[in-house]
C-alpha cells in the first residue's frame, strides 16, 4: 500500500469534523482538521508536507470559503480541493467555478458518495 492520502478539513462545525475522521480513517487516509480558514491556512504555512486535498465548508466566521480558496490558489496550492457546504447560491458557485474548484458537493451529505468522490478524484 502506498502512502496515505493528506487531506486537510475546513470546517468550523465540530460534529462535521468528527464525522469526517470517520469517513477517512488511517491507514488509507491522513485527516488533519482546522476548525477555520485562519487555522488551515496557519497549517499550510507551517507544514513543509503539503495536503493532496483540502475539503472545505463555505459558511465560516471572519473568512469564508471562496476567501480561503482564493488564497490558495495565490499560494499555488497544488492540491484538489473540494467544497462541502450548504446553501450555495448560484453566485458562490460561480466563484469556485472560476477559481477551478474541482468538486462541491452539498451538506448533507452522503458519506458513501463523500468518500467515493474524493477516492475518483485523486485517482
Do not use: W
Not at 487531506?7 to 482538521?33: C, G, K, Q
Not at 480561503?68 to 492540491?79: A, K, N, T
Not at 477551478?100 to 485517482?123: G, Y
Amino acid at each position: 500500500m502506498g502512502a496515505a492520502l493528506k487531506i486537510l478539513a475546513v470546517d468550523d462545525e465540530p460534529s462535521i469534523a468528527a464525522s469526517l475522521h470517520f469517513i477517512f480513517e488511517r491507514p488509507r487516509y491522513e485527516l488533519t482538521s482546522a476548525c477555520d480558514a485562519d487555522d488551515a491556512l496557519a497549517l499550510l504555512s507551517a507544514d513543509p508536507a503539503p495536503f493532496d486535498v483540502i475539503i472545505t465548508d463555505n459558511n465560516m466566521p471572519h473568512v469564508s470559503g471562496v476567501e480561503l480558496v482564493r488564497e490558495l490558489r495565490e499560494r499555488s496550492f497544488g492540491g484538489k480541493i473540494m467544497v462541502l457546504s450548504a446553501h450555495l447560491t448560484a453566485e458562490i458557485r460561480e466563484s469556485y467555478a472560476q477559481m477551478n474548484v474541482d468538486v462541491i458537493l452539498d451538506k448533507p451529505f452522503d458519506i458513501h458518495e463523500l468518500r467515493k468522490t474524493l477516492d475518483l478524484l485523486v485517482a
